[in-house]
């Protein structure tokens, strides 16, 4: 039992496996749409190949028998592995504003709530800068993505 729960202290064993569950949901969130086939199948596709390729690379190191134990947590670690944790909360809170209030409306405010999350310097001028900068990169990337690309984003559900 010890030497199964090693295998997900090796980085390319836990790495694949999180890559390969990762397309998955990617691929299975794709649809017959023309939209859908074009960029979501070819990201699933390039997941899949690269946690193939981790655990491929973890079944031959376990053939040759080193297994590599490298994902380990210090002390020091703790605070980095908190604000992961806070991140995930923040893409979570994310989706569902994604999904009320729509693409341009959610993603300003992720920006936004996550730059100023990690900025050392809590002050207004630090969280009225980190709204400018969120703000002007999503107006760069409105410009870019829907007048160059043509990429079509969510809408919001509540609003139409």
Not at 1 to 6: D, I, P, R, S, V
Not at 50 to 76: P, Q, W, Y
Not at 101 to 118: E, K, T
Request: proline share 4%; net charge neutral.
């Amino acid at each position: 039992m010890t030497k199964f729960l090693n295998m997900f202290r090796d980085s390319d064993f836990a790495t694949g496996l999180l890559l390969f569950a990762i397309a998955t949901l990617s691929y299975s969130g794709t649809g017959d749409n023309m939209k859908d086939w074009v960029f979501p199948l070819m990201a699933a596709y390039t997941l899949f190949f690269i946690s193939i390729v981790f655990l491929v690379k973890f079944a031959l190191n376990v053939m040759n028998g080193k297994l590599v134990i490298d994902l380990t947590l210090t002390r020091e670690q703790v605070p980095s592995v908190i604000n992961v944790g806070f991140f995930c909360f923040f893409v979570l809170c994310y989706l569902f504003v994604l999904f009320a209030f729509g693409f341009w409306i959610a993603s300003p405010l992720l920006l936004w709530v996550s730059i100023a999350y990690f900025n050392p310097d809590k002050s207004v001028f630090s969280f009225s800068e980190s709204l400018l900068i969120s703000l002007v990169a999503c107006g760069v990337a409105y410009v870019v993505f829907t007048h160059i690309f043509y990429v079509p984003f969510p809408q919001s559900r509540l609003f139409g």
